[in-house]
C-alpha cells in the first residue's frame, strides 16, 4: 500500500482530478453557504443576464443565479451518485464475498440471481423502476442500485476467488483462522484496489443515468436545482439562448471525465508493470460491460 500510494503521488493527472474532485465535493457540500443566491428564488427582471462579477455563469430563462445552481446541482447529482455507488459496492462486496469465498450451493444460488438481473438492460430497467416507484431522488437511487448490484457481485466474487487460489490463503485456512479473520486480514486488503477501480470507473455513468433520468423529466424534479434538469430547462431556449446549457453540460463532461482518469490512475498505481496491451484489454472489457448493460 505504501508503494501504491507513492507511485498514485507521482502521477500528475492523478493529483490534477483527485484535487478537482474534492473541490466539486467540498462544493457541493458547502453550497448552503458559499452559494451567492438563492438557487430557487426567481428574478424575471433579471432573466438571461450576461456572465458578470454579480452572476458569474448569468442567470437562466427565469432570472436564477446559474452558478448558485451549479453549486446546488452538485449536491444532487455528484453526491447522489457517490450514495448510490456506496449502496451498490456494500451489496456487491457482501454478496460477492459470500459465493467468491462458500462456493456451492450459495454461490451458485446467487450467480443465477445475477444472470436474471444481468438479462435486462441496466438502463431498461432503470426506467422501468423509476416508472413503478415513481420520479424522486430517492426512487432514483433504489432504481440504480437495484440495476447494477449483480454486475458488482459478479466481479467481486471473480475477484475473492483469485486471492482464494493464493498460498497464504491456504494456510491460514490450515492454520485454523476465522473466516472474518481470512476475509479481513488477507482477502479484503487486497482485493479492495480492485474494487475501488471498478467503483471510481462507473461513478462516471451513475451521473450520466441521474442527469439522463433528470433531463428526461423521469428523475429530479423541478425546481430542484440539478445538472441534467438543468439542461432540460434550458433545451427550449437553446436556438435563442444556447449558453444556458454550457454550464451544466461542462460540469458533467468534467466530473465524468474526471473520474474516469482518476480510476485509470489507481488501475495503474495497482499495478506498475501495467503494459500497453493489458490496458486495452481492460478497457475491452469494460466497454464490454457497458454493451452488455
Not at 40 to 66: C, M, Y
Not at 271 to 277: A, E, G, I, R, V
Request: aromatic residues 10%; positive net charge; glycine residues 10%.
Amino acid at each position: 500500500m505504501v508503494g501504491f500510494w507513492k507511485r498514485f503521488k507521482a502521477d500528475k493527472i492523478a493529483l490534477i482530478v483527485s484535487g478537482f474532485l474534492g473541490i466539486v465535493v467540498i462544493s457541493a457540500l458547502l453550497a448552503p453557504f458559499i452559494s451567492p443566491y438563492d438557487p430557487t428564488v426567481l428574478d424575471i427582471g433579471n432573466k438571461f443576464a450576461e456572465p458578470s462579477t454579480a452572476h458569474w455563469f448569468g442567470t437562466d430563462q427565469l432570472g436564477r443565479d446559474t452558478f448558485s445552481r451549479i453549486l446546488w446541482g452538485g449536491r444532487v447529482t455528484v453526491l447522489l451518485s457517490i450514495v448510490t455507488m456506496m449502496c451498490t459496492i456494500g451489496i456487491g462486496i457482501i454478496l460477492g464475498f459470500t459465493a467468491g469465498y462458500f462456493r456451492g450451493w450459495i454461490d451458485e444460488i446467487v450467480m443465477r440471481i445475477c444472470d436474471i438481473m444481468l438479462s435486462f438492460p441496466s438502463e431498461v430497467l432503470i426506467l422501468t423502476m423509476v416508472g413503478i416507484l415513481g420520479t424522486g431522488i430517492v426512487n432514483i437511487v433504489i432504481a440504480t442500485v437495484i440495476a447494477k448490484w449483480p454486475w458488482y457481485v459478479r466481479m467481486i466474487r471473480s475477484i475473492v476467488i483469485q486471492f482464494m487460489e493464493k498460498n497464504y490463503i491456504r494456510f491460514a485456512k490450515v492454520s485454523g483462522c476465522s473466516i472474518g479473520h481470512i476475509v479481513r486480514k488477507h482477502v479484503l486488503p487486497g482485493a479492495i484496489g480492485e474494487i475501488g477501480v471498478l467503483a471510481t470507473l462507473d461513478t462516471g455513468s451513475i451521473i450520466l443515468n441521474i442527469s439522463a433520468l433528470s433531463f428526461l423529466g423521469l428523475g429530479v424534479q423541478a425546481p430542484t436545482a440539478e445538472w441534467g434538469m438543468m439542461l432540460n430547462e434550458a433545451k427550449s431556449i437553446m436556438i435563442t439562448n444556447p449558453q444556458n446549457m454550457l454550464p451544466p453540460g461542462i460540469a458533467i463532461f468534467l466530473v465524468v471525465a474526471a473520474f474516469n482518469f482518476l480510476g485509470d490512475s489507481i488501475q495503474e498505481a495497482l499495478n506498475p508493470q501495467l503494459d500497453k496491451s493489458y490496458k486495452i484489454k481492460r478497457q475491452s472489457i469494460f466497454k464490454r460491460k457497458k454493451e452488455m448493460a
